[in-house]
């Protein structure tokens, strides 16, 4: 559950019970379930300002606030009721500790988390629903995760076995394309937190499987390097 930070002062959102859970949606497509306050301004500072920079949190019963812009040419935000009737956006560049707390006073349960800041009424259109697809069965994923590292193994081996035969220099030089590239790989895949596109919050089996096969496959390169 998340709770907002209160002030010390009484408050009325004090009054206001925070909800079961909230969902943080980012233009990306990342969503984040009950995310920490600091969760919520790490995406807000990721947000860059173009056309899909946006974060939504949502109560899921249609409640919900967006932000859209970034950290330096400042932020705007909307707030959207569950009766349809009561849609608000600023019209004014907000600074991003401003736009954070606005979404924690959301995420703890104020009814108006928009109240003192500059608004307008604007009219809302739901977006048309997106088209289902059915989701892929995990068994299907992971079979496919299995085949591709028996696929890239076979060749890899198969570029091992041409090596030996060229020398140990060939081998050799193999092994650390082998190491750079495994390498660069999973730095970039620890560091975005994604995996041949699964993340790490939504789809940590098959992050980690992708994970330690990689893993595997940079420690041989980079024994085969050193030990050939």
């Not at 009325?12 to 920490?36: F, I, K, M, Q």
């Not at 330096?72 to 849609?87: I, M, Q, R, V, Y």
């Not at 992708?210 to 041989?220: D, E, G, Q, R, V």
Request: glycine share 10%.
């Amino acid at each position: 559950m998340v709770r907002g930070r209160c002030p010390l002062r009484l408050s009325r959102h004090l009054l206001h019970r925070a909800p079961a859970t909230v969902e943080l949606t980012l233009g990306d497509g990342t969503s984040v379930r009950s995310p920490t306050p600091d969760q919520t301004r790490e995406a807000l500072v990721a947000l860059d300002g173009s056309p899909d920079a946006f974060a939504i949190l949502d109560r899921g019963d249609g409640t919900f606030v967006q932000a859209h812009g970034s950290p330096t040419g400042g932020f705007l935000l909307e707030h959207h009721a569950t009766n349809g009737k009561h849609h608000r956006a600023t019209n004014t560049a907000l600074a991003l500790s401003t736009v954070a707390s606005v979404f924690e006073r959301f995420a703890s349960g104020a009814p108006d988390p928009l109240a003192r800041l500059s608004t307008v009424e604007v009219k809302f259109e739901p977006p048309d629903p997106a088209p289902q697809h059915p989701a892929r069965p995990r068994w299907v994923s992971v079979t496919l995760i299995v085949l591709g590292g028996m696929l890239a193994t076979t060749v890899f081996y198969a570029i091992v076995l041409w090596a030996i035969h060229s020398g140990p220099t060939g081998l050799r030089l193999v092994m650390v394309a082998s190491a750079a590239l495994t390498g660069g790989m999973l730095w970039d895949g620890v560091r975005r937190g994604e995996m041949n596109g699964n993340s790490r919050d939504t789809a940590p089996v098959l992050y980690y499987l992708y994970l330690a096969s990689y893993t595997m496959l940079f420690c041989a390169s980079v024994g085969g390097a050193l030990f050939f």
